[in-house]
């Protein structure tokens, strides 16, 4: 098993920037892909951010491409997502997830198995 827990959430105001954070432990050699989602109120979940354990492998949501940068620390097991230049449209509640393997489905949840409690992240005007 793998647990996941996210940090650095808050409130934020437009313009700003936060960074999350999302350590793993347990079996984390059994991870090969960390992802960010995110669920805002009323909304259905979507997809934010991917990366590869080796780091070589980056994929963006349009809404987020230019302003977040996810990025991963192998040693402490952390996942980071630096998120710039937000709007009141991108808060939300955020979700790390963790899988053994890549897939062209990374933007769908059902491809990951573990996942963290999610924190919230929330941007006034």
């Known amino acids: 098993q793998v647990q996941l827990v996210e940090s650095g959430g808050g409130l934020v105001q437009a313009g700003g920037s936060l960074r999350l954070s999302c350590a793993a432990s347990?079996?984390?050699?059994?991870?090969?892909?960390m992802v960010w989602f995110r669920q805002a109120p009323g909304k259905e979940r979507e997809f934010v951010a991917a990366?590869?354990?080796?780091?070589?492998?980056?994929y963006y949501a349009d809404s987020v491409k230019g302003r977040f940068a996810i990025s991963i620390d192998n040693a402490k097991n952390t996942v980071y997502l630096q998120a710039n230049s937000l709007t009141p449209e991108d808060t939300a509640v955020y979700y790390c997830?963790?899988?053994?393997?890549?897939?062209?489905?990374?933007?769908?949840?059902?491809?990951?198995?573990?996942w963290g409690q999610g924190i919230q992240v929330t941007v006034s005007s």
């Open positions: 997830a963790a899988g053994p393997y890549a897939s062209p489905n990374y933007y769908r949840g059902e491809t990951y198995d573990y």
């Open positions: 347990g079996r984390t050699l059994s991870i090969d892909r």
């Open positions: 990366i590869s354990r080796s780091g070589g492998y980056l």
